[in-house]
């Protein structure tokens, strides 16, 4: 059966990414709206970016308003700011809350509105031209077709989509991901870690998606630990951001499944970020997820060296499964009540959340069936 397989238009990864993208950075327009964080410009990262657009000649204005991951009010603000300032185009500096506001940005441009409004339809609209530069290696935002931002009216997360959406070129260099603390490291990686292994063992699965998977979790099994352990590590800075992007690639292609679908509920309800409240869910999820897919998680086990072509496909999933376990202890991921999540108003709401997750449509990608009283159980088991 004949496939679509998009990636963004341009990507420049690597040291020195963006001395080599510079050129191709003054082909989009004449003034820039950088969209980032206040911890960019703290740390000196956006003052890297600036110099970059000043030697190309290119103005620029700065929002930095983005607070935790995204809203539907930090863009109406972003939006704002872009038009009255005369912009044309648009760089997103940080992790996926910026890349994923300059997306939501962008789609309102030239035809308004708010960005709620594209709840359940695809985004087809004239965009002005967006560059992604990731700080993090973990969300792949900079490669895909979505961005996720949170409707304040409703209190739900909104996964929104369409090929628009991917930005014109992608800037992978490790010199951004250097900043990151251990807890972001490890956050976003086993973030990345869950975009690879969902797009593997999807029903949306496809041969090409399959091969940025496979080479993303062996790569992030092999150089997450030495990120997390020393963020000097230029090497293993530079391999996962590298996974970063095979994972968001394969993810773009053949969608998420069970653990995207619970988490974002767990985000827009008890604001825990995005990475994070994926790994608090992997052993859970991926527990109920085997039984559909022993092939598949059986050939991840073998690819990270867990398990061995002697093994059956249900013994190697379950030693996947066990080193899935063993990485998220050696990166200290907190319980739901080691992070402060109070018991009783999480189990209060989980109707609503298993309910949200299920109209997300990610869980059905699952290959095993799933229910909605499935998914309130692994909710559950949490505790």
Not at 142 to 159: C, G, N, P, R, S
Not at 339 to 362: L, P, R, T, W
Request: one cysteine or more.
């Amino acid at each position: 059966m004949a496939r679509e397989f998009i990636i963004p238009g341009q990507m420049i990864t690597g040291a020195g990414a963006l001395d080599m993208a510079k050129s191709a950075l003054g082909q989009f327009g004449k003034k820039a709206m950088i969209v980032t964080d206040k911890v960019m410009i703290e740390l000196g990262n956006c003052a890297k970016l600036e110099e970059a657009l000043k030697e190309q000649g290119i103005a620029y204005t700065i929002y930095s308003e983005i607070t935790g991951e995204p809203t539907d009010v930090m863009i109406d603000n972003g939006l704002k700011q872009y038009k009255e300032d005369g912009c044309d185009f648009l760089v997103a500096l940080g992790g996926g809350s910026p890349i994923d506001s300059m997306k939501a940005i962008a789609s309102l441009v030239k035809n308004g509105g708010n960005i709620s409004d594209y709840m359940g339809k695809i985004i087809d609209v004239e965009m002005p031209p967006m560059v992604a530069i990731p700080t993090t290696a973990g969300t792949g935002s900079e490669a895909t077709q979505f961005t996720i931002i949170t409707d304040t009216k409703k209190d739900i997360k909104m996964l929104l989509k369409g090929k628009v959406l991917m930005p014109n070129l992608a800037i992978s260099d490790p010199q951004f991901t250097m900043t990151a603390p251990p807890k972001i490291t490890a956050a976003t990686g086993l973030d990345a870690l869950c975009h690879a292994v969902e797009a593997y063992t999807s029903n949306k699965a496809q041969t090409l998606s399959d091969t940025f998977a496979l080479s993303a979790v062996k790569r992030i099994f092999s150089y997450l630990p030495a990120a997390f352990h020393d963020g000097k590590d230029e090497e293993a800075r530079i391999q996962m951001a590298v996974a970063a992007l095979e994972a968001g690639i394969a993810f773009n292609n053949a969608s998420v499944t069970l653990i995207h679908g619970m988490s974002r509920p767990i985000g827009a309800l008890f604001h825990v970020a995005h990475g994070l409240s994926n790994a608090m869910l992997m052993k859970e999820c991926l527990s109920f997820a085997l039984e559909g897919a022993y092939g598949r998680f059986g050939e991840l086990g073998r690819i990270i060296g867990a398990a061995s072509s002697e093994d059956s496909d249900e013994e190697a999933s379950k030693k996947f499964l066990d080193a899935v376990i063993a990485l998220t202890k050696e990166l200290e991921t907190p319980t739901l009540e080691e992070y402060g999540i109070n018991k009783e108003e999480f189990f209060h709401v989980i109707e609503k959340m298993a309910h949200d997750a299920m109209e997300s449509g990610s869980p059905q990608n699952t290959r095993r069936a799933i229910s909605q009283a499935d998914v309130e159980q692994m909710y559950k088991n949490l505790w």
